[in-house]
């Protein structure tokens, strides 16, 4: 429950950060610049929270998956000849979002939901940025997902300890302590 309320928190403390950062001369520039650091903060948020779990296992799985995810990523970037909706090139895929998903998807797969919903509305919260922001083509950010999803799905492994999930009843609410063995 602490882990999971100082994600919220950090992801939460991320967002309006990154909001009061921006100058507002235009919308896109805050939801870019919002999106540019999330996709920093959501994978060293995720390795705070191996670390904190003391999950060495967990740590190594994501800096396999991590490196997949950069090594097909920037191998798609320099070998496809995109070019990006503000002319630029190496649109395909989107750095960012596949970093952004690989993130929520190690989480989601190591440490179950409770973890995962939070990480990929920051995920898809990075996505949509590269797209408002000119930088990508949707395609560009559907191909990124698709990169980080797979390459942590082929290296994460469910935590063996203790997970916190959310039970909802018809008269009550709360959080249930399941240990895997």
Not at 32 to 45: D, F, M, N, S, Y
Not at 46 to 61: H, P, S, Y
Not at 66 to 93: I, M, Q, W
Not at 172 to 179: H, K, P, T, V, W
């Amino acid at each position: 429950m602490r882990n999971f309320r100082y994600l919220m928190h950090l992801l939460f403390m991320s967002l309006l950060f990154c909001f009061m950062l921006s100058d507002a001369a235009e919308a896109n520039d805050g939801i870019e610049r919002a999106g540019e650091i999330l996709q920093l903060v959501l994978p060293a948020t995720v390795a705070g929270i191996t670390l904190a779990n003391k999950d060495r296992e967990g740590f190594i799985q994501l800096s396999e998956s991590g490196a997949l995810t950069l090594c097909v990523t920037y191998g798609l970037k320099y070998s496809v000849d995109a070019t990006r909706p503000n002319g630029e090139e190496h649109s395909f895929p989107s750095g960012h979002t596949s970093t952004s998903f690989a993130a929520a998807e190690f989480i989601r797969g190591r440490y179950g939901w409770s973890y995962g919903i939070p990480a990929y509305l920051a995920a898809t919260f990075v996505g949509y940025s590269r797209v408002e922001s000119k930088q990508h083509h949707t395609r560009d950010v559907l191909a990124g997902a698709v990169i980080g999803i797979g390459s942590s799905y082929l290296f994460t492994t469910p935590y063996k300890g203790w997970h916190m999930h959310p039970q909802v009843g018809s008269s009550f609410y709360g959080i249930g302590l399941s240990r895997s063995m």
